[in-house]
């Protein structure tokens, strides 16, 4: 099976040149808040194809980002750059249209690859999930999504943020949606066993690999690549 990993979208088209037919495509989410000039009826269009994309080819994933997480979430406090509060309403009310289209946070490649938006840290998981003793990665996924589907805000900056200091995922306890890489290589919650991580959330020039366990995948402001995986 080949699975074929997309970075961060923010509005751009370049992922149709990235799907591929023989693959399941995994999106890592970051639909809105484009870092380019688009308008909102360009980006608003661009994720409605997706959507219409996985409605055609149901093996797609399709997981939040952080600048999804604050439509959902609708607290004037956990507002990111980039936030568009003109048309926040309307972003809100397409994600609840294709809910049962979208994937959750995290996705598991066989037992030994974890997709998610930022990277899951130790510290966090145990923080609001639990220990972790050298589980599969899919028992990681499902407990995951379990979470975010029972208790989102345990995925925002305000709950686990370090304090004054932290710029969004500067802490051990940082989200799947907000961790950076620093930390994560740090305090990754397979540190002690063989599984691997494949993330977004910060950018690269290229798919970018900072060990053997972590690959970085949100390239697409400067590479037009996604990342594959033969399984």
């Given at each position: ?13 370049v ?98 690859v ?36 029972n ?16 710029r969004?995922g ?18 990754n ?32 402001m400067?590479s ?8």
């Amino acid at each position: 099976m080949t699975y074929n990993i997309i970075g961060d979208i923010h509005g751009r088209d370049v992922w149709y040149e990235l799907v591929r037919d023989d693959a399941v495509n995994i999106f890592v989410g970051d639909y809105f808040d484009p870092y380019e000039p688009f308008s909102f009826a360009q980006v608003m269009h661009n994720f409605r194809m997706i959507t219409d994309y996985k409605r055609r080819n149901p093996d797609t994933v399709l997981l939040y980002g952080n600048h999804d997480l604050h439509y959902l979430l609708n607290d004037p406090y956990e507002r990111y750059s980039r936030y568009n509060a003109e048309h926040s309403y309307e972003i809100r009310y397409e994600f609840e249209q294709v809910r049962d289209l979208m994937n959750g946070v995290a996705y598991s490649i066989g037992d030994d690859v974890l997709v998610t938006h930022a990277g899951v840290s130790k510290p966090w998981y145990e923080k609001w999930i639990g220990s972790y003793n050298d589980e599969a990665t899919g028992v990681v996924a499902r407990n995951i999504n379990d979470l975010w589907d029972n208790d989102m805000s345990a995925f925002n900056y305000g709950n686990n943020s370090g304090g004054i200091m932290d710029r969004g995922g500067m802490a051990p306890t940082s989200s799947p949606m907000w961790i950076r890489p620093g930390y994560l290589k740090e305090y990754n919650i397979f540190t002690d066993n063989d599984y691997r991580q494949v993330v977004g959330h910060t950018q690269q020039n290229n798919i970018s690999r900072m060990t053997p366990k972590l690959t970085f995948v949100d390239c697409l402001m400067f590479s037009t690549k996604s990342y594959v995986i033969e399984k």
